[in-house]
């Protein structure tokens, strides 16, 4: 598993003032909600034959791996930007509707991903409790979940409780339909010593296009 970390040299890092400012003196988090357009993704998955959620979850694992700044870390009181970010999510148990933690191994490779994810899912998903792989997830993984019970306008966590997290929290919403195509609810929470609004919106800007384009990161 890639865990590797590249440690950034602070006193000569673009950002060094504004990490300060934001942990410092402001310490301060901000979330943009969009309606994002599924619609070629959604059905190029489907015709596949395979399940939508994991392929959002390879999706925003890759585009993560596309900006640094989103992989920014601190471990032993240095900061460095981890290679890749592995996905962290939550298993909703039907029988007593509770929810525990897992998560996949990232792979660049889409079908080794979605592999991954899938032996998860068959090893795991009926283990209940908080942790349901008994392995905790690594350093480097970041949160990323669906609520497809709610279509919601925005979703606004409490994130960054831990003085030192600085990955961005993903979360989607309940796929609904708007003038003949399907769209999904997005939400993306950062940590503003990391990142501003121009890098989020850079990354909603890939994010929409890779769903426009999905046979260039599906394969197919």
């Given at each position: 598993?890639?865990?590797?970390?590249?440690?950034?040299?602070?006193?000569?890092?673009?950002?060094?003032?504004?990490?300060?400012?934001?942990?410092?003196?402001?310490?301060?988090?901000?979330?943009?909600?969009?309606?994002?357009?599924?619609?070629?993704?959604?059905h190029l998955?489907?015709?596949?034959?395979?399940?939508?959620?994991?392929?959002?979850?390879?999706?925003?694992?890759?585009?993560?791996?596309?900006?640094?700044?989103?992989?920014?870390?601190k471990t032993?009181?240095?900061?460095?930007?981890?290679?890749?970010?592995?996905?962290?999510?939550?298993?909703?148990?039907?029988?007593?509707?509770?929810?525990?933690?897992?998560?996949?191994?990232?792979?660049?490779?889409?079908?080794?991903?979605?592999?991954?994810?899938?032996?998860?899912?068959?090893?795991?998903?009926?283990?209940?409790?908080?942790?349901?792989?008994?392995?905790?997830?690594?350093?480097?993984?970041?949160?990323?979940?669906?609520?497809?019970?709610?279509?919601?306008?925005?979703?606004?966590?409490?994130?960054?409780?831990?003085?030192?997290?600085?990955?961005?929290?993903?979360?989607?919403?309940?796929?609904?339909?708007?003038?003949?195509?399907?769209?999904?609810?997005?939400?993306?929470?950062?940590?503003?010593?990391?990142?501003?609004?121009?890098?989020?919106?850079?990354?909603?800007?890939?994010?929409?296009?890779?769903?426009?384009?999905?046979?260039?990161?599906?394969?197919?």
């Open positions: 598993m890639n865990t590797q970390l590249h440690l950034i040299d602070f006193e000569t890092w673009d950002r060094r003032p504004y990490f300060y400012y934001f942990t410092e003196m402001l310490p301060t988090g901000f979330s943009m909600s969009v309606e994002i357009d599924m619609t070629e993704a959604y998955i489907k015709k596949a034959g395979k399940k939508f959620f994991p392929a959002y979850l390879y999706l925003t694992a890759k585009l993560i791996t596309e900006q640094p700044e989103f992989r920014v870390a032993a009181d240095q900061l460095g930007y981890y290679e890749v970010l592995h996905p962290s999510y939550a298993c909703f148990h039907e029988d007593d509707k509770t929810m525990s933690n897992m998560w996949t191994e990232y792979d660049p490779d889409f079908e080794v991903f979605y592999h991954n994810y899938m032996e998860d899912q068959k090893r795991y998903s009926g283990n209940h409790g908080i942790l349901a792989k008994p392995e905790l997830p690594p350093p480097n993984s970041f949160m990323v979940g669906m609520v497809p019970w709610t279509q919601f306008t925005s979703y606004s966590p409490v994130p960054y409780a831990k003085a030192d997290y600085y990955f961005p929290i993903l979360q989607a919403g309940r796929f609904f339909q708007k003038e003949g195509r399907k769209m999904m609810p997005f939400s993306i929470t950062v940590h503003h010593a990391v990142a501003d609004g121009y890098h989020v919106g850079l990354f909603l800007e890939k994010f929409q296009d890779a769903m426009n384009h999905p046979e260039q990161w599906i394969g197919l």
